[in-house]
């Protein structure tokens, strides 16, 4: 099944709450390479996978008063203390098609992360105020369906 931009969404804490007013997010992922070449390698180098490490980049709007959204990140980034992520595709509700949850019916991803940088775009006159922010991934990334 193909998905949707609009419907892969990063949530955060333990109910798996859609951050609100996100505009976009990335999920990196990558691997450690240790190089393992020996006099026995030839003329090619050769490697062998180490740790993993991972990180979300997410940008939004700001809404002060959203304790779904920009706040979250900010609490998260004063405490330095880590937060539940998941990345997957979310529920909707029938009416008002807005995003309810993470459906969990559908592979996803989960960890925690620690909000290592958190900028606040003012924007220009007549524009919305807007955030970025990159999460690291703090242990372990879970790949679940």
């Known amino acids: ?18 951050l609100s007013r996100a505009t976009s997010c990335s999920l990196e992922m990558t691997n450690e390479e ?12 050769e490697f062998i996978k180490g740790k993993m490490e991972w990180s979300v980049s997410v940008d939004g709007l700001v ?3 959203d304790e779904d959204g920009f706040e979250v990140l900010n609490s998260a980034m004063f405490s330095g203390e880590p937060i539940d992520v998941a990345i997957g595709v979310a529920t909707k509700d029938s009416t008002t098609t807005k995003p309810t949850g993470l459906d969990t019916s559908i592979k996803y991803y989960t960890g925690k992360v620690k909000v290592m940088s958190l900028n606040l775009n003012t924007g220009g006159a007549g524009e919305t105020a807007s955030y970025s922010a990159t999460l690291k991934g703090d242990g372990l990334l879970s790949y679940d369906s």
């Open 1 to 18: 099944m193909v998905i949707k931009g609009n419907d892969l969404i990063l949530f955060h804490g333990e109910t798996n709450t859609p």
């Open 63 to 65: 809404d002060f008063d």
């Open 34 to 45: 240790l190089e393992v070449t020996s006099k026995t390698s030839g003329d090619f180098k």
